[in-house]
Nanobody, 117 residues
Framework: QVQLVESGGGLVQPGGSLRLSCAAS????????MGWYRQAPGKQRELVAT???????NYADSLKGRFTISRDNAKNTVYLQMNSLEPEDTAVYYC???????????WGQGTQVTVSS
């Protein structure tokens, strides 16, 4: 069992930055992959970025260069640094974690990010 607690969302002006955090507690084995997904109104949930315990990252092509994922294994926490935010980035951002060789995935409750002037 894994519990995920997200924080850092909010309202930001276009061009601004936000940093999301997601702290995991529970089974460490289930947190080999940690990542961020987002869901805008009326759209499907989509991948933002993932990172392994070893630091290997994967990004949605459209977000490379503006978003950076990182993690602190000692704190079992994953971060998402979002720069040059655009109104199109407005969405609920969800943290997800899952083990390396299959098994149950866990989702956070989501944090709202709104980019608006």
């Amino acid at each position: 069992q894994v519990q995920l607690v997200e924080s850092g969302g909010g309202l930001v002006q276009p061009g601004g930055s936000l940093r999301l955090s997601c702290a995991a507690s529970g089974s460490i084995a289930s947190t080999y992959f940690m990542g961020w997904y987002r869901q805008a109104p009326g759209k499907q949930r989509e991948l933002v970025a993932t990172i392994t315990r070893g630091g290997s990252t994967n990004y949605a092509d459209s977000l490379k260069g503006r978003f950076t994922i990182s993690r602190d294994n000692a704190k079992n926490t994953v971060y998402l640094q979002m720069n040059s935010l655009e109104p199109e980035d407005t969405a609920v951002y969800y943290c997800k974690t899952y083990p390396r060789y299959g098994g149950e995935a866990y989702w956070g409750q989501g944090t709202q990010v709104t980019v608006s002037s």
